[in-house]
């Protein structure tokens, strides 16, 4: 049989789970269909219509792979064809050692390149049933907004109820609305990260009662009120609404986000108490996201309060913050090594529905359940990746390295990799094993690569 004569693959969802599935799915010469409900359908969270659409941050955090496990999810996507790394790294915007691109020129890249290729159809339309049993290969990538009448038929399929918490969304401002006679530019200890000049974030510095003032305001804020189905559902550790950080203790957001080290203030001799962080969020330069803020509170109090911020009195806000609901599976009970779903094997499931968290760690997983699903229709059998990989960790992590009966999202760190085989002599600080996580990743994902191209 010619690859032409291939009977399509089937992804439902065009964000950056599904997006990256379907471009790994065509690279492979094997056509694929790309089902993406926006505009017919709006979420609650999404602004425009343009497929791998960045919802909260810009940033795919650091690109320092041999020093960080994300950063290694970089170089691995970077060395596997990476639709979402390639639109990246043409569409960055400074921020100091992290990754981060202007997020409407990044969409309309990714959805130009699917759009231009001639093994991907995109039909904009809601999948709201189960895919029809002719569909013998899907992959679903519906993400964190999946709709409700999809959740309903997950949820009848696997007989699990499925789990779900919120993602909060960080204010932007107008850059020349900021106060540079108190704000200043700088990345801590000066680092020069990829697109940038060790100047690349916009501080603004808090005195100890300016910054006690503020975590008692963020306290007493109005918030968003809950709709009754949200009522019980927790928040991502890892992406809190910061007026919850708040509340957590009265030093928490200054050794979080307002952490004040590596920062000098050229305005004045007096060290910061606490410094807000502020990250260009577009190519020109004039929007910057407030990093760390993600926020439930109402709009009149976050502006409020935002602009009580030294640097900030007179801010205007491009987007104010908000939250939206988060679904995920039990994956670790549900999905196979190659993310079969177990209940219906012709299903494939990949992004933040299996319990990633991140934009890079979906987009990993839509890599390589497009990739699965590729080699399953051109008949080979591809093994998941070493598990000291990168990309081998998370599978293994979300299919049965985590427990199911705890499992909650999660980015990638080395702590889900397999340990570093102890040498003689003295034990290896941390600082040091990072390094040898990264290369032994590397040169494992290159033999992976060479027996399985």
């Avoid at 390639?86 to 691109?101: R, Y």
């Avoid at 108190?182 to 100890?208: E, H, L, T």
Wanted: a negative charge; aromatic letters at 8%; proline letters at 6%.
């Amino acid at each position: 049989m010619s690859k032409s004569d291939l009977k399509e693959i089937h992804v439902v969802g065009g964000g950056m789970a599904g997006t990256e599935a379907t471009w790994q799915i065509a690279q492979a010469g094997v056509p694929v269909v790309l089902h993406e409900m926006r505009p017919v359908r709006k979420t609650e969270a999404h602004q425009g219509e343009g497929l791998a659409e960045l919802v909260c941050s810009n940033s795919f955090r650091s690109d320092d792979y041999e020093n960080n496990a994300v950063g290694l999810l970089h170089e691995e996507m970077r060395r596997m064809d990476s639709l979402i790394m390639s639109c990246a790294a043409k569409h960055m915007v400074p921020a100091g050692g992290a990754l981060a691109v202007d997020r409407n020129d990044f969409s309309d890249e990714v959805t130009k390149r699917l759009e231009d290729h001639p093994l991907v159809t995109i039909k904009r339309e809601e999948i709201s049933a189960l895919p029809p049993e002719e569909w013998d290969s899907v992959i679903i990538a519906t993400g964190p907004l999946t709709s409700e009448s999809m959740s309903e038929v997950i949820a009848s399929i696997t007989g699990e109820e499925y789990l779900a918490f919120f993602d909060a969304i960080a204010p932007i401002v107008y850059k020349d609305s900021i106060n540079f006679d108190k704000a200043w530019f700088q990345s801590r200890y000066d680092k020069v990260g990829p697109g940038g000049d060790g100047a690349d974030y916009i501080n603004c510095p808090m005195n100890k009662e300016q910054y006690e003032t503020f975590i008692q305001a963020l306290i007493d804020s109005e918030k968003t009120d809950f709709k009754e189905w949200e009522e019980n559902t927790p928040y991502f550790e890892g992406c809190l609404p910061i007026e919850v950080m708040a509340s957590r203790g009265v030093e928490t957001l200054r050794f979080g986000p307002m952490k004040p080290v590596g920062l000098s203030n050229p305005h004045s001799d007096e060290e910061p108490y606490a410094v807000v962080q502020l990250r260009q969020d577009n190519k020109l330069g004039t929007i910057y996201n407030i990093v760390g803020f993600q926020t439930k509170m109402k709009y009149g109090a976050q502006m409020e309060i935002i602009r009580a911020i030294p640097g900030l009195e007179e801010a205007e806000f491009a987007r104010l913050g908000g939250l939206h609901r988060n679904t995920f599976l039990k994956s670790p009970k549900l999905l196979d090594h190659s993310l079969r779903m177990k209940p219906m094997p012709r299903l494939r499931f990949a992004g933040q529905i299996t319990g990633v968290e991140g934009y890079v760690e979906s987009a990993a997983s839509g890599l390589m359940a497009g990739r699965f699903a590729a080699a399953e229709r051109l008949g080979k059998d591809l093994p998941a990746p070493p598990i000291t990989t990168a990309h081998g960790a998370l599978i293994n992590h979300v299919t049965g390295g985590a427990d199911a009966k705890t499992f909650q999202p999660m980015n990638v760190n080395f702590g889900i990799f397999p340990n570093i085989p102890k040498g003689p002599g003295k034990k290896l600080k941390k600082k040091d094993r990072k390094p040898l996580y990264s290369k032994r990743a590397l040169e494992d994902l290159k033999t992976w690569l060479d027996e399985n191209q």
